[in-house]
C-alpha cells in the first residue's frame, strides 16, 4: 500500500492515507471514507517530501556551527516567510510558531493590554484564554447583521482591547465578515484577533487587505500534522509582554541578576522548537497557496451541497445552523438524527462502512447549548474528499433510518462500540504494524 496514490485518489490534491483500506466489524475491509478533516487533516504530499527531505539534515536550530544545524536553521527561519506570504503578513506582522492554535491564542491572552471581547459561539480555544485579562462575550442574534450589531454596541459602550472572533465556525463551517469586522474593531479603538483554525486551511486570508491584527492556526489542521502552529501578528504588544516561556532561546542577555529579553518572536519561542513541524506547516502554506483557490472552494461546495442534499433526503435529519443570514460556510455539516445518539452512529459509520465523522460537543459546549443540542454529529470536508465519499456518507445514514444498525453497539466510559468489536486496533498484531512497531 503506498500513502499517495494520485491516479487511484480522484482528490483534489494528493494526501497521505487517500487509499487507506481499513477493516469492517463484519469482516473484510473498505477504503477509508475521511470525514474529519476539520479535527485533523491528513498530510499533503509536499508536507511529507519536505519533512522526508530536511530529515538528514535535522539537527539543532540557532545554536550549532555545523552544516547540518544551519541548514536546520535556515529552514526554521525561511518557514516565517512562507506563513507572511501566505497570509500576505504586513510589514509589522511577526510570525511566532506555537504547538497549535490553542498554544497561539494562550499566548496572545497574555499579552493583550485590556479587556477581550467574543462571540459565544466560539471553540473553548477561543473563549476560555481570555478570561486571565477580562473577557467580555456578546451572545449572537439568529442573524449575522444582528450579531454585528450587537458587537458594535458593545465595543461603544466601553473599550476593548481586542475583539477574538472565529473565521469559520468549528461547528457549522460558516464564515464572517472578517473585513467588516476589523474595520469595525479598528473604528472602536479595538484590534481583531482570527482564530483561524478552520477557515485557513480551506480560504485564502489576506491580513494586509483585510486589515486583521492577530490570527492563528494549527498545522495538523491544515494538512501539516508535525505539531506546529503559529501566531501572527503586531509586533507591539508581543515585544512588550512577558515571554511566553522563560528560557533559552528567549533572551539576548543574563547574568545573575537580571535578564534581557528578545524581541518576538523568539521572545516567545524559548526552548529548543520544533523544526519539523515548522518546515510542515511553511511546506502546507507553500502548497495551499499554489493551489487555485476557486478551485478549491468549487470542489468543497460542490461536495458540501451533494452532502446537504443527500441528507436532506434522509428522515429525522436535522442541520445546526447558527445565523438565518449566513452567505457561506467551509466543508463542514453538522447534524442530528432524531431517534440515534450521535455517538452510536459515529461507531456504526466506522464499524459496518468504514466512515470516520466526529461526534460530540466539539470543544463548543455554549454554541451546543445555544442550538439546543446535547451532541450532534459533524462531517467535514478536505482536499482529499470525494464525491464517491459523500456518497457512501448519504447511503449509510439512509440505510441507517431505514434498517438500523446490523451489529450491536453499547456504551462504556461515555463511548459507543460496536459489541463485540472484530477489528484489530494498537494493541493486536495488525494496529502496530499500523504503528510502525
Ligand atoms: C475553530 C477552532 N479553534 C481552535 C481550535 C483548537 O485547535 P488546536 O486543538 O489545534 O489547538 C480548534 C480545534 O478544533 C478549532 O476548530
Not at 457549522?172 to 482564530?195: M, N
Not at 516561556?245 to 529579553?261: C, H, I, M, Q
Not at 507553500?286 to 468543497?300: G, P
Amino acid at each position: 500500500m503506498t500513502a499517495f496514490a494520485d491516479q487511484t485518489c480522484a482528490a483534489l490534491a494528493p494526501v497521505s492515507g487517500c487509499d487507506l483500506r481499513v477493516p469492517l466489524v463484519q469482516g473484510g475491509t473498505i477504503g477509508y471514507a475521511n470525514f474529519d478533516y476539520a479535527a485533523s487533516a491528513p498530510a499533503l504530499r509536499q508536507v511529507t517530501d519536505r519533512v522526508a527531505g530536511l530529515l538528514p539534515y535535522y539537527a539543532s536550530v540557532h545554536r550549532g556551527a555545523g552544516y547540518a544545524s544551519r541548514v536546520s536553521t535556515d529552514c526554521y527561519e525561511s518557514a516565517r516567510g512562507s506563513v507572511a506570504r501566505f497570509l500576505n503578513a504586513a510589514d509589522d506582522q511577526v510570525v511566532v510558531f506555537t504547538r497549535n492554535t490553542t498554544d497561539s491564542l494562550n499566548l496572545l491572552a497574555a499579552c493583550v493590554p485590556g479587556d477581550t471581547v467574543v462571540l459565544d459561539v466560539e471553540h473553548h480555544a477561543n473563549l476560555l484564554p481570555w478570561t486571565r485579562r477580562g473577557r467580555r462575550v456578546v451572545a449572537v442574534a439568529d442573524t449575522i447583521e444582528e450579531t454585528i450589531q450587537r458587537l458594535v454596541a458593545e465595543l461603544c459602550s466601553k473599550p476593548a482591547a481586542l475583539l477574538a472572533v472565529t473565521g469559520a465556525s468549528n461547528v457549522t463551517g460558516e464564515l464572517l465578515p472578517l473585513e467588516r469586522l476589523a474595520w469595525i474593531a479598528h473604528q472602536c479603538g479595538t484590534r481583531i484577533l482570527v482564530d483561524a483554525a478552520q477557515l485557513a486551511p480551506h480560504r485564502r486570508i489576506d491580513l494586509r487587505t483585510t486589515g486583521i491584527d492577530y490570527l492563528a492556526f494549527s498545522g495538523h489542521k491544515a494538512y501539516a500534522p508535525f505539531g506546529a502552529g503559529v501566531l501572527v501578528g503586531r509586533r507591539d504588544w508581543l515585544d512588550q509582554a512577558e515571554p511566553y516561556l522563560a528560557g533559552g532561546g528567549a533572551v539576548r542577555s543574563v547574568t545573575d541578576r537580571s535578564v534581557e529579553w528578545a524581541p518576538a518572536p523568539q521572545r516567545h519561542e524559548a526552548g529548543s522548537p520544533n523544526v519539523l513541524g515548522v518546515a510542515a506547516l511553511a511546506a502546507a502554506c507553500d502548497a495551499l497557496a499554489e493551489l487555485d483557490e476557486t478551485t478549491v472552494v468549487e470542489h468543497e461546495r460542490y461536495l458540501t451541497h451533494r452532502l446537504r442534499y443527500g441528507l436532506k433526503t434522509v428522515p429525522g435529519v436535522d442541520f445546526l445552523h447558527i445565523w438565518r443570514d449566513s452567505a457561506d460556510a467551509v466543508g463542514i455539516v453538522a447534524f442530528t438524527i432524531e431517534g440515534f445518539e450521535p455517538g452510536q452512529v459515529a461507531a456504526y459509520l466506522s464499524a459496518e462502512h468504514g466512515i470516520g465523522v466526529r461526534d460530540g460537543r466539539f470543544c463548543a459546549h455554549p454554541l451546543l447549548s445555544r442550538l439546543g443540542v446535547d451532541a450532534a454529529l459533524r462531517a467535514s470536508i478536505g482536499l482529499g474528499t470525494t464525491a464517491d465519499d459523500v456518497d457512501r456518507l448519504i447511503d449509510a445514514i439512509a440505510t441507517l433510518v431505514d434498517r438500523g444498525p446490523a451489529w450491536n453497539y453499547a456504551r462504556a466510559e461515555g463511548h459507543w462500540s460496536p459489541v463485540p468489536e472484530t477489528r484489530p486496533f494498537g494493541n493486536s498484531a495488525e494496529g502496530a504494524a499500523a504503528c510502525g512497531f
